[in-house]
């Protein structure tokens, strides 16, 4: 079991920019898929972007050529940078990690990842 703890959420105006940042207590990061997650009000959590624990990336069209997700694996770290922020990015942000074999993710669905932060906020107006 890890512990996560995400910071940098805030508030913006359209077109601005963020940078989420996560931090783990446990076991070898390195052997742990990464993700953010969102929950926009009134709507299921959905994945915003994962990374292998090789750093093999994927994100949600939606964020594609805005988001960048990347991790250090010596400093237990997980960050999320988002450019040209629109309103409808406006959600809590989750940091998530699962163990698997050679850090390989095992999809976009939420109940894949077993580990959770408490989120953090991010408000983007127009």
């Known amino acids: 079991q890890v512990q996560l703890a995400e910071s940098g959420g805030g508030s913006v105006e359209s077109g601005g920019s963020l940078r989420l940042s996560c931090v783990r207590s446990g076991y070898a990061f390195s052997h742990y898929c990464l993700g953010w997650f969102r929950q926009p009000p009134g709507k299921e959590r959905e994945r915003v972007a994962t990374?292998?624990?090789?750093?093999?990336?994927s994100y949600t069209d939606s964020v594609l050529g805005r988001f960048t997700i990347s991790r250090d694996n010596a400093k237990n770290t997980l960050d999320l940078q988002m450019n040209n922020l629109k309103p409808e990015d406006t959600a809590p942000y989750y940091c998530?990690?699962?163990?698997?074999?050679?850090?390989?993710?095992?999809?976009?669905?939420?109940?894949?990842?077993?580990?959770w932060g408490q989120g953090t906020q991010v408000t983007v107006s127009s």
């Open positions: 990374i292998s624990g090789r750093g093999g990336t």
């Open positions: 998530a990690a699962v163990l698997t074999p050679s850090g390989a993710c095992p999809g976009d669905r939420p109940y894949n990842y077993d580990n």
